[in-house]
């Protein structure tokens, strides 16, 4: 049966570099957050969507996310509500992804791995850190956010202790070429694991 290896970390740590580094080694990748974005535009998920938290989130027959996450990042139960819409969605095409891997292991990327209650279904959990000061910077420059926006993203995720406290592995993130090195050898584990 396929190993499952969570990937994750805080906004900005890096995790996505990493995931693509697992990639490059021939590793099956899954990026929840890429395929969440698809989710969004499915018309049953616009659907509930629009029903819970108002048709003024519509925009031509789209969810508008910047409306979206005003709405949800500001309103820590309202954020529950939308990820109850989704993550159910995300969980079911994640298991139908693995089981079309024919690998021993594949990778999970994601952000709220923790937040979702993803964790559980993970055999083991690798968490990318970063200082908050670098992941600001990095989420500024990578998305034109302000300080503002990117702080409040952070408060609504685990903090790093807090995940690095249930991961079996951490990879810290603040050079790339440290990070790459720390990565090696999680992977050489992980292949003499599985």
């Not at 080694?25 to 890429?34: C, S």
């Not at 968490?127 to 000061?133: G, P, Q, R, Y």
């Not at 249930?166 to 003499?192: M, R, T």
């Amino acid at each position: 049966m396929t190993k499952i290896i969570g990937l994750t970390g805080g906004i900005g740590s890096g995790k996505t570099t990493i995931a693509r580094l697992f990639e490059a080694e021939g590793i099956p990748v899954y990026i929840a957050d890429d395929e969440a974005k698809k989710i969004m535009i499915l018309p049953e998920t616009i659907r509930l969507v629009g029903e819970y938290f108002g048709q003024e989130v519509i925009v031509n027959h789209q969810i508008d996310r910047n409306k979206l996450s005003e709405i949800v990042f500001n309103h820590p139960e309202k954020l529950k509500e939308l990820n109850k819409i989704i993550h159910p969605l995300v969980k079911k095409h994640f298991d139908n992804w693995v089981k079309k891997q024919n690998s021993p292991f594949v990778i999970k990327e994601a952000a709220i791995l923790f937040e979702s209650g993803s964790y559980k279904y993970c055999d083991q959990i690798i968490t990318v850190i970063a200082s908050e000061e670098t992941r600001i910077k990095r989420v500024m420059s990578r998305d034109n956010s302000t300080k503002e926006a990117v702080l409040d993203r952070i408060k609504n995720q685990w903090s790093d202790s807090q995940k690095t406290s249930k991961s079996d592995y951490v990879i810290e993130n603040e050079n790339l070429n440290e990070a790459k090195l720390q990565f090696q050898g999680i992977l050489k584990k992980l292949k003499n694991l599985y």
